[in-house]
């Protein structure tokens, strides 16, 4: 019984010292991939996550992606709530640095007949958010800032003044389940270099998807498939969605692309940057749930 007790402990000590001989290894290639100059953003970002996962499965903790102090105030988990308490089970705590998401964001919607479900739903959650819509430049609409039928991106440049810009075409009621401050948390928390943020969508007939797009161009084809395999902060890390998104709004600057919807899907084919798909947020919308759908007529 002795020499087995002795024997385990060797074991255990053995299996110790090559855990943290892999984890320093995987430090020393993080730290060498920052000071490379031969990779793009998005490509060390991608290695980052995949090293920060085999650390992970090694018994390491997520450490190889360097955090920054996010824009808006941390959330804290309060614990299992039972219905309909769940929902207050994450919650904003209170810092001397957040700004918030009504000072950082715009909100633009498609204008429907049902707008003002749709705005009183925002205005609910953020009274005071600037919503924009493609609603006619001669049409006052309470709560809403119309930017003409068929807005370009330059109309957004123009028109949007914030830091962010949630791109919503498909927007048909807002709740708390579309947490703008987990979105702008997780875009300016940490040295990734994100694109866009987005979650899942809810249709009118009760359909859902998260829409976490990869894009592969290989031999001359243009392959867009669904599913992920690196995560960030509980988010699918994604080339691409067409469900709602936030971006920041310098993003639009120098564009060649005047439409919106192109101009997204140009963004994620060129790799601009890593989307974030983060189930845990949930946007109702219309008739998208941010499956890859481009009309014929805008490929010409």
Excluded at 157 to 162: E, I, P
Excluded at 223 to 236: A, K, R, V
Excluded at 251 to 256: A, G, K, P, T
Excluded at 285 to 290: D, H, K, L, Q, V
Aim: charged share 25%; proline share 3%.
């Amino acid at each position: 019984m002795y020499f087995e007790i002795q024997q385990k402990k060797y074991i255990i000590i053995a299996k110790d010292r090559e855990k943290r001989h892999v984890l320093e290894s995987l430090q020393g290639v993080a730290k060498g991939m920052r000071n490379s100059e031969r990779m793009s953003q998005r490509d060390r970002d991608k290695k980052l996550l995949q090293y920060e996962s085999s650390s992970i499965l090694v018994g390491g903790e997520r450490n190889l992606i360097s955090k920054r102090r996010p824009e808006v105030c941390p959330e804290e988990y309060k614990g299992n709530q039972f219905w309909p308490y769940q929902f207050e089970a994450w919650q904003l705590q209170n810092c001397t640095y957040g700004e918030k998401v009504e000072h950082l964001v715009t909100i633009f919607f498609g204008f429907t007949s049902t707008w003002k479900r749709t705005v009183d739903s925002i205005h609910k959650i953020h009274p005071y958010i600037k919503i924009i819509s493609d609603c006619a430049n001669d049409q006052k609409v309470p709560g809403v800032e119309c930017i003409g039928i068929n807005p370009t991106v330059s109309t957004f440049q123009a028109k949007v003044k914030t830091k962010y810009f949630l791109y919503a075409p498909e927007l048909d009621y807002f709740n708390e389940w579309a947490d703008l401050y987990r979105a702008v948390r997780v875009m300016s928390d940490s040295e990734l270099g994100i694109f866009g943020v987005s979650g899942a969508s809810r249709n009118l007939t009760g359909h859902w998807a998260t829409g976490c797009l990869q894009i592969k161009m290989e031999y001359y084809r243009l392959q867009i498939l669904e599913g992920y395999t690196e995560e960030y902060s509980d988010c699918m890390v994604c080339d691409y969605t067409q469900g709602p998104v936030l971006i920041r709004t310098d993003q639009l600057i120098n564009s060649e692309i005047e439409d919106p919807d192109l101009f997204l899907l140009d963004s994620a084919i060129r790799k601009k940057g890593l989307w974030l798909v983060c189930p845990d947020l949930l946007f109702f919308t219309r008739n998208s749930i941010g499956k890859f759908d481009i009309r014929r007529d805008k490929l010409k």
